[in-house]
């Protein structure tokens, strides 16, 4: 019983993108490397510069969860490499992600429109659902 006490209190820790070591970083030399030896030593980018296909991104973070609580940022890492026409590394750096943290809101906005209440839906239903009399009665199937 304890241990199914203690086994729901520990955290659980998620990491998404791609988190670059700084070993891996320094097997990148300006001027030399190429995008192959990008590819080989980081893995292929989390995205490229929407306009310029020759920046490229790698983004990862981990963030911890415990219990109830709102999971949080506990590490997270930006690297941009740049890379010059002929695909040759000009520079490698990480962002420092200076990170706010916005606090959550969890009140909801009203929205307009109708809101009917239960006297006015059954009220507004009378008269909806009578049987068709006459010739409506004939063309609905009722056929004489």
Known sequence: MIAVLI???SPTVNTR???VEDFRMREI????STQTNVLKSLGS???KAPFDENVWYYIGQTM???GI???EVTEEKVVVVAFDEEGIVQTIEEIDSERLNVPKVRRKTHTGGNEITVMEQLLGNIGRFNKPTG???RTA???L
């Open 141 to 143: 199937g009722g056929g």
């Open 45 to 47: 980018p989390t995205t």
């Open 7 to 9: 086994g729901a209190c």
């Open 135 to 137: 010739s409506a009665a």
């Open 64 to 66: 911890e969860k415990k």
């Open 29 to 32: 030399t300006p001027g030399v």
């Open 17 to 19: 993108g791609n988190i």
């Open 69 to 71: 609580f709102d999971p």
